[in-house]
């Protein structure tokens, strides 16, 4: 429980750190300002002792006591300046997390540089509120390490990185030095897929018997933005060196078995539920090989397959 | 569930290896205690360490409560019987050195060690207690690296080796700064609370309470140094000058003369100096365990708060515990109570009521032939030169109740506590009022420095005789038998100076040069670091002219700490109230904590889940009461609104979860 000692500290003057601490994109430097330093509960038991031996020093006239007593006190003291140094001017230089699906935990991938031309050790992260924490043992000079945070996604949406607490307590323990950075960065939370209902089956539009066609037969309707997990084939090189980014032929598919997931279709009464049911669906038709298209309120997306068209599909249910 | 792990594990409790090296750590910061520690008290302590380095090294579980509990009662009580109590220096060391064995066997977390090794430390001071050498300040050195390298291994994610050279590194930075604080910071006189009755060095030899046959030879045959002499203005008086006051004998019975409370309610001695023969000096007086300050005779006064007693020595108010200086004023010519009181003469010729018939008859036969007293004491003297007295080391026994008989008559070989005995005895028994004064005689230039120095070695003891106009009167018997004593030291007079320690000896190797010369360091040591203290501190502070500054330093220092006092206080109070706000977390660290008791300690990436099933996989008995604790914690933790009813049942079953108590095999 050491530290428990600072971290009290830290909520009394929580309202004040935040105003201090601006959610920024990174990459972020831990700068003077916004780092604290407060000795442990170790530390305090230390304190209290060195004040034993100065007494008993004093009471004896002992010099040598004398000595030893000052010494230790400054060694700690010394020991607070390694510990406040070992943070200044760590980068935060990035912080990113795959999406995952509510119920789950969110990795946030927390990338820190050292650009200093001395070694960092036991460089600690964590978020409170947050059962999580990773610990970078050493960070060699100019190095860089890649610490992780498991964050519960517990709803679908926007989940933003917490508010991070560097922390170490090197060299000696006597003192913790940590600061606080909230990076702005932020990943997605798909709804949980989960439901009783059974995959509808798909719609036969046209020739039941007919196997799915190959792409190359489908008509072309128009470009649309690269996903991830698109095939490198479907890329319009032509047509994308005219813009910034990469553009992807978009073609309806005369599938015999096109397969509609509709929100609408999608049993219980509560929403979440039908998100859930919705993306309980989609994994089964993508795991099944299908191409499918979701229906949502206000909004569809046109029946296709893939990676990609999973993803996106996940990511409407997420944001609706 | 992914991992996770509660911040209550960390930073992480202590490994192995880490366990090892601070047994290690606190065996070698223990080890000077060998010296002066009952043999009991280091093979406890000894033992307690080789069991714990073992348990260590075969990674056993910690023992259980009942074991620790029924170890520190042990400790405590072998302490009691060995001592009688459990507070003063070698008790309490004693007790100290026996539980931080123990509390080895119950480091769990990182807190633990810390609080371990801050004690350690405690104990690295409680060795400058009993020696303040140069050696020790080499200990301080070595234990001081030795400790913060323990803490730098507990505490910083680093090998061994690299912790020994980052502690090296801290200790050099911190060097400035420490030596700043000790010359700085604002020094009270002690003692603040009373020193315990056996504070200091043990066993100091030095002049004793009491003088019988081989008192002050033991004596010559210690180098130690007595005390260490600079002479401000002037030069050390010329060799017969050289007589250091000490404790003066009226009494004698046994064979042993002795002060006594009457002779120490006569009056104090009444000292007319001769104007030009005062002789100031600045004595550096070792632990005496006993209250007189010792001074050229005659002394007549110290700036150390003092009273003369009536045999002229000088008495602090308490015993002199530790090293002292002080500045004493002494007079070389002299009348030393010009009137003898009635008490005082009757006290002065009192001898027992039998016993040493010869002596006595000798002495009535020398006072009706003599005129004058003056002639006894001639004739005494001459008794001394005429007859083959030898003066020795190693005389031969002499009967307790016949001792000055058989000294004068039959053995005649005795060291100077014998002549000075025998002659007072003999002053008494012819009606001279006659005391014994004890002492030291000599001293040697120090070869580095400008001082003086005093050994036990030259302990000495002479007759006063008190004469009609003149007062008391320094006679020295030694004098009349080995003349050489007073002027070349006690190697210069005996038969037999092969008993005499190196240094005692006259001839100067080079073995003697280098001891004067390690003398001489051990002096500016003494001088310099350990007689510092708030006078010198002041004066210190005068020379660089910020005298007016001390009272500033002092309210500072004084001010800084009660404000940081006042805000540990409340920050600790704060902290009991935030303590018992989450009773979830605290309980599931119990449970963690009890689990790791039995060797199962938690990863620090293992999140509950996953640690309770590993728990449960290698002991299958625990795994429905642990399933249900861990089910409980998580619901609690991740649950929007946990109702209190849960959070209730989950306490209680963490708290009653008891690893080790023992349980049916599933089937």
Known sequence: MTGVFSRRIEAMIAGFIRRRTPTRSTPMTIGRRRLYILPTRSGAIFAVLLVVMLLGATNYSNSLGFALTFWLAAIALVSMHHAHRNLLGLVLTRVSAAPVFAGGHARFKITLDNTARRARRGVRISAPGIEGEDLAAVIAPGGRVDLQLSVPAARRGHLACPRLRVETIVPLGLFRAWSWLAPSAQTLVYPQPAGPRPRPAPADDGDAATPAPARGNDEFLGHRPYIRGDSLREIDWKASARTDGLLVHEHTRRSANTLWLDYAHAGARDPEARLSQLARWVLDAERDGLTYGLRLPGTALAPDAGRGHREACLRALALL | ?667
């Open chain 2, 1 to 667: 569930m992914s991992r996770a792990a509660t911040t209550a594990s960390w930073p992480p409790a202590p490994a192995r290896g880490q366990r090892l090296r601070l047994t290690g750590c606190l065996a070698l910061v223990a080890l000077p205690h060998l010296f002066h520690l009952p043999p009991w008290v280091s093979a406890i302590a000894a033992t307690l360490l080789v069991w714990q380095a073992q348990a260590a090294w075969r990674s056993r579980p910690l023992p259980g409560r009942l074991i620790r509990f029924a170890l520190a009662a042990a400790a405590l009580g072998s302490v009691l019987a060995g001592f009688g109590r459990i507070s003063g220096q070698e008790a309490g060391v004693s007790l100290l050195v026996m539980l931080l064995a123990l509390k080895l066997c119950e480091i769990r977390s990182h807190r633990d060690a810390m609080v371990f090794l801050s004690l350690t430390a405690f104990l690295l001071i409680t060795q400058f207690l009993f020696s303040q050498s140069l050696a020790m300040a080499v200990y301080l050195v070595i234990g001081t690296w030795l400790i913060t390298a323990a803490f730098i291994d507990v505490s910083s994610e680093i090998a061994p080796t690299g912790a020994f050279t980052h502690s090296a590194r801290l200790l050099l930075q911190a060097l400035p700064v420490a030596a700043l604080l000790f010359v700085l910071f604002p020094r009270v006189p002690g003692p603040l609370w009373g020193l315990p009755s056996d504070a200091g060095a043990r066993a100091t030899t030095g002049l004793s309470e009491r003088m019988s046959p081989g008192s002050i030879s033991s004596l010559a045959t210690s180098d130690a140094v007595a005390l260490r002499v600079r002479f401000p203005a002037g030069d050390m008086p010329p060799a017969p000058a050289r007589y250091w006051r000490g404790p003066v004998f009226w009494d004698f019975d046994d064979g042993t003369w002795r002060g006594s409370p009457a002779a120490d309610a006569l009056p104090a001695a009444d000292i007319r100096p001769v104007a030009d023969a005062i002789v100031r000096a600045d004595i550096t007086l070792e632990a005496t365990r006993h209250p007189w300050l010792i001074a050229l005779d005659v002394p007549l006064g110290t700036d150390h708060r003092s009273r003369m007693s009536p045999g002229a020595t000088l008495y602090a108010e308490d015993d002199i515990d530790e090293r002292i200086r002080y500045h004493a004023r002494s007079a070389l010519a002299y009348r030393l109570d010009p009137r003898l009181g009635a008490a005082a003469r009757e006290r002065a010729t009192r001898l027992p009521a039998g016993g040493n018939p010869r002596a006595r008859a000798t002495a009535r036969r020398w006072r009706t032939q003599a005129d004058a007293p003056q002639g006894i004491v001639d004739r005494a003297l001459t008794h001394f030169r005429e007859h083959p007295f030898h003066y020795t080391l190693s005389p031969a026994r002499t009967g307790r109740d016949s001792s000055i008989d058989d000294f004068l008559f039959e053995t005649r070989e005795g060291f100077c506590e014998h002549y000075a005995g025998a002659f007072t005895f003999l002053m008494r028994a012819a009606g001279v009022p006659a005391r014994v004064v004890t002492g030291y005689q000599g001293g040697e230039r120090a070869l580095v420095g400008d001082y003086w120095v005093v050994r036990n070695s030259d302990a000495h003891a002479w007759s006063e005789v008190w004469l009609d106009g003149r007062g008391w009167v320094r006679v020295d018997p030694t004098a009349a038998v080995a003349p050489g004593r007073i002027e070349a030291g006690v190697a210069g007079s005996l038969s037999d100076s092969q008993a005499l320690p190196y240094m005692a000896r006259a001839d100067e190797g080079a073995w003697y040069r280098m001891q004067m010369l390690w003398d001489g360091v051990n002096a500016a040591w003494n001088r310099w670091f350990l007689a510092y203290g708030p006078q010198q501190q002041q004066r210190l502070l005068e020379r660089i002219g910020l005298g007016g500054l001390r009272g500033a330093l002092v309210a500072l220092t004084f001010g800084v700490a009660v404000l940081l006092g006042l805000l540990a206080l409340w920050l600790g109070w704060r902290m009991r109230q935030r303590r018992a706000a989450d009773p979830v977390t605290r309980q599931w660290q119990r449970v963690c904590d009890r689990l790791a008791a039995i060797g199962y300690p938690r990863a620090r990436h293992e999140g509950p889940q996953a640690y309770g099933a590993r728990v449960a996989r290698a002991r299958p008995d625990l795994a429905d009461e642990l399933g249900a604790i861990v089910a409980g914690y998580i619901r609690l933790c991740y649950a929007a609104n946990p109702g209190s009813a849960d959070t209730q049942a989950f306490v209680a079953r963490a708290a009653a979860f008891d690893p080790r108590r023992p349980r049916k095999p599933r089937d």
